[in-house]
């Protein structure tokens, strides 16, 4: 059942560019606009949206982190992402004109379930976005956008996690699309983006072969740091997420602007530094800025293992290892730059002998608080 896998982890891997089209399938219409038939919450209730809250855990709260930047600027409703485990402890508030999202692969995550109810207990609509059909959140929130990533086995969210994003991107889009925002050529732009993106990651997955290879050079390492900006934050928080439940690593994850404010004292002669370079159209700032952090940790000792999309040339001189993905529009980003960060813990993993499916001490589903 591993499909000639060695593991269900690298089974999901490969998995990702059918799960990502399987979740759009049917919901963008041959006009170019989205249909979400199942996010049964009106148009004029969600015209009158003022706030978006998401709540999640792990990976599918790294979802959420990504969801905001989309949702906040294609909308224009301010979007809060909290951890589902925080959320009801601090009486946040909620009213009937704050749409909450709750993001969850199993639908059983209990941090995630006390979370919507809390929130529907406020009056708040729940739209759940989900793997799992008729499990436990769905059932008890007002409206579900499923993900299509089918059966995910290994510990480790990896397909799911793209699909989220997708389901996320769609959320933002349709309601852009619905309220009407000034982003309206963007947003055509996007989707059509959106519908071609289930290709770009399975040319990411084709150019995986060094990322595995670069992966067993550093089995002995103690420490590997990760750093992103904007989209790319979340997805550095992802990476390192992912190599400390698969290989026991410490790996932290920082925006690339706080380097400066502390984590940059942990720079020391070799260790590992994955740096996830934002889309060099769009937003040329935040690109140039991440390549003088990049020139500033190397300069003190970092090895510097740098995500940059195909033809961006700026990062060459400072990569001492260089992970190309293709060029995609600056939101849609994380699609493409989280798969080779899969592939380098799922590697890792292995090169210590770890168990890849089932890492110690934690279950695919967490039903206690
Ligand atoms: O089933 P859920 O999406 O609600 O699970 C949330 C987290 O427990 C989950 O994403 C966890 O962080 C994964 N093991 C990460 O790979």
Sequence with gaps: ?????????????????????????????????????????????????????????????????????????????????????????????????????????????????????????????????????????????????????????????????????????LVALYLGQVRGTKWGDEIQAVIKD???????????????????????????????????????YPVALEGALKLKELAYMHAEGFAAGELKHGPIALIEEDVPVVVVVPSSRGRSVLHDKIVSNIQEIRARGARTIVIAEEGDEAVVPYADHLIRIPATPTLLQPLVATVPLQVFACELATARGNEVDQPRNLAKSVTVE
């Excluded at 519908?195 to 420490?223: Q, W």
Aim: proline content about 4%; glycine content about 6%.
């Design 1 to 169: 059942e591993k499909g000639g896998y060695d593991y269900f982890m690298l089974k999901e891997i490969a998995e990702q560019p059918k799960a990502v089209a399987d979740t759009l399938l049917g919901r963008i219409d041959p006009s170019g606009s989205l249909t979400l038939d199942e996010v049964r919450i009106s148009p004029s209730e969600l015209r009158e949206v003022d706030k978006v809250v998401i709540v999640a855990c792990g990976t599918a709260f790294h979802a959420g982190l990504i969801a905001k930047y989309a949702i906040e600027h294609w909308t224009r409703i301010p979007c809060e992402v909290e951890l589902a485990s925080e959320f009801r402890y601090r009486d946040p508030i909620l009213d009937s004109r704050s749409l909450v999202i709750a993001i969850s692969q199993s639908g059983e995550t209990m941090d995630t379930l006390m979370a919507l109810r809390h929130a529907r207990e406020q009056g708040s609509k729940v739209l759940a976005i989900c793997n799992t059909n008729g499990s436990t959140i769905p059932r008890e929130s007002d409206a579900v956008l499923y993900t299509h990533a089918g059966p995910e086995v290994a510990v480790a969210s990896t397909k799911c996690f793209l699909t989220q994003l997708v389901a996320c991107y």
């Design 194 to 232: 959106l519908s071609r993106i289930s290709e770009e990651v399975e040319r990411v997955l084709e150019t995986m072969e060094p990322v595995r290879a670069l992966a067993r050079t550093l089995a002995s390492k103690d420490t590997v740091l990760f750093l992103g900006r904007h989209v790319g």
